[in-house]
């Protein structure tokens, strides 16, 4: 017997493909002489990656970064393989293999991991020197290491710890950078990501790794008025009801009716991406109207106020109240959180 194909889900997350092709051409704009490429990590930032990357491919961009192994097969479907970065670099002799069979680059981030690569045969890689943020990355005293020597490194990289924020740690990588970029051979060197694109030329190198602005999030001013949101997450509304006073709703009867009200479920919860930190706080939108969440955020329902919408019915959507930054502010989540932590029920 032949399993039917389920119905549509009752959740979708709306992607503006033009708006993300159109941050991309922005970014890439911004790198002046670089190029953008795109990190397309974590399912493209949340929003997937069959929907991310063939738009993010189409506009031009031709380098795209990953952080797992596991990561590189649903790009690849997408683009060259050629074109990949893994961000974590080879573990062991079976990564380093899989990255020969692939012909991915894995980005190497110590003398361990380069000697996994030259033991695999070497070739191309990209190599992370740490210049601050003590995180992962070959630290500048093992720069010189014999193994580091011998990689056939094509993006010489670092990352940036604050580029969101005017500190003189940017300056102090840039120049330990400048340093590693005179002491390792390379084809081409990274050192802004999307909020290092907008503090100037200097920090732009031969190519830029923007990721949340590609996306529709905004960490400095400069964004404000040109990366555009591109994700807006959709649910039906399951059941429409009247509620009157002294009514409590959902778990834990945090909300009690004042009065008469008439009130919607969706099927959107914390299992999906939208946690408990939304209860009374988030709302939804539909044609202009805000539509507050009562109570407490249930694992696959919401229940929100439907006293200005007497139109909605069972079976309609509402749109989330999403735009990035004030989102964040409200939410308590970071930017890179909100898109993240968005679920697999959501039809894309």
Known sequence: MTTPEPPPAALRLDIDRDALAGNWRTLDAMSGGAVAGAAVKANGYGLGVPAVVPVLRDAGCGNFFVAHWSEVAAVAEHVPTGAISVLHGPLTTADAAYAKAMGVKPVINSPIQARLWLEAGGGACDLMVDTGINRLGLPMAEVGDEAIGQLEVDVLMSHLASADEDVPLNELQWTRFEDVKRAVPHRRSSLANSAGIALGSAYHNDLTRPGLALYGGIQRCEFSSTIRQVARPMAAILQVRNVQAGDSLGYNATFTASGPMRVGTIALGYADGYLRCWSSKGAMLSQGRRLPVLGRVSMDMTIIDLSTAPDLKDG?????????????????????????????????
């Open 316 to 348: 309609d959507w509402v749109e989330a109240e999403y735009a990035p930054v004030e989102a964040a502010t409200a939410s308590g989540l970071s930017q890179y959180e909100l898109f993240t932590l968005l679920g697999q029920r959501f039809g894309r």
